[in-house]
């Protein structure tokens, strides 16, 4: 799918004197059913997360503490997106290359997903992925 149907999306914020409270409604804030909640913390500085792609796995990041930045790759351009905010998510379509990179000292990345972990649906590998995204945009090409 094209990098345009990726998108940051505004989470609500119930702020009071003991603090802020942030939700994430499936059908709501998010148009997938979260099959699967992930989490990376301890992340030591310069580390590259990610690196791969997805067949049908639909995602929201959220920096919940901390900030990184997220470079996603449809296989033709490519968009850099810094994550600082827990009431801010970035949501990622199937068929997207995607790196994490420059985490902040103590910073936490929250990953809801569509499924459950299957390896199967993974590209590991760059070329591969690309052939695959070309083959994808030369289907929905034809299909207009
Ligand atoms: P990986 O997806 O490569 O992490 P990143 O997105 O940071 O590149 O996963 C790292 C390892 O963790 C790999 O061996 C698969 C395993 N893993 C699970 O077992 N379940 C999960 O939900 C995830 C995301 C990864």
Redesign the pocket.
């Known amino acids: 799918m094209p990098i345009e149907s990726c998108c940051l999306i505004d989470l609500p914020k119930i702020s009071d004197p003991r603090g802020n409270l942030t939700f994430i409604e499936g059908g709501r804030h998010v148009e997938f059913d979260v099959r699967?909640v992930?989490y990376?913390y301890d992340v030591p500085g310069g580390a590259v997360?990610?690196?791969?792609g997805h067949k049908q796995l639909h995602q929201l990041i959220i920096a919940l503490s901390g900030s990184f930045d997220v470079v996603l790759d449809d296989g033709t351009a490519k968009t850099r997106f810094h994550l600082n905010q827990p009431n801010r998510g970035l949501y990622i379509c199937p068929m997207i290359w995607?790196e994490?990179d420059t985490f902040s000292s103590g910073s936490v990345c929250l990953?809801l997903?569509s499924e459950?972990?299957d390896?199967s649906d993974?590209y590991?590998d760059y070329d591969r992925f690309q052939l695959a995204a070309d083959a994808e945009r030369l289907r929905m090409t034809r299909q207009k």
Do not use: T
């Not at 997360?49 to 791969?52: E, K, L, W």
């Open positions: 699967r992930y990376l997360r990610g690196g791969h995607r994490l990953v997903a459950v972990y390896e993974y590991r």
